[in-house]
């Protein structure tokens, strides 16, 4: 895998190559234009931009993050790294707000709950 410097990442994002960073890594995406399913006009945005943030926004499929393997050409230098990557383990930082999701309203239900009792409780006496 080769290393890429950010400015041919940007020289490289027009129609004939569209190259994306997403995780730091590079990937040549021109040949999934019309296979994209979100259309190619969303590809062409990131052309030559860091695309990490809006993938992974979108809450891709581990099928969607197996298949950006076949587009990697290279990783950007450490020294133009970005710092703000958030998972590049598995490509995803999906556990995080999962768990929020499931466990606000568990504990919404718990308290209400709580309540309901103290007050049946109290009111009985």
Known sequence: ????HREEVVKNGDKNAIYITI???VYDVSN???????GGDVLLEYAGKDATEAFEDVGHSDD????????LIGE???????????NQTN??????????W???????????TLIYRAYL???TR
């Open 1 to 4: 895998m080769s290393e890429e």
């Open 23 to 25: 995780h730091n890594r």
């Open 32 to 38: 999934f234009l019309e296979e994209h399913p979100g």
């Open 64 to 71: 969607a993050h197996e298949m950006l393997k076949q587009y």
């Open 76 to 86: 950007l230098e450490d020294s133009e790294k970005s710092s703000n990557v958030k």
């Open 91 to 100: 490509g995803t930082d999906g556990g995080v707000a999962w768990c929020e």
């Open 102 to 112: 499931v466990i606000l309203p568990i504990g919404v239900v718990l308290v209400a």
């Open 121 to 123: 409780f109290y009111n």
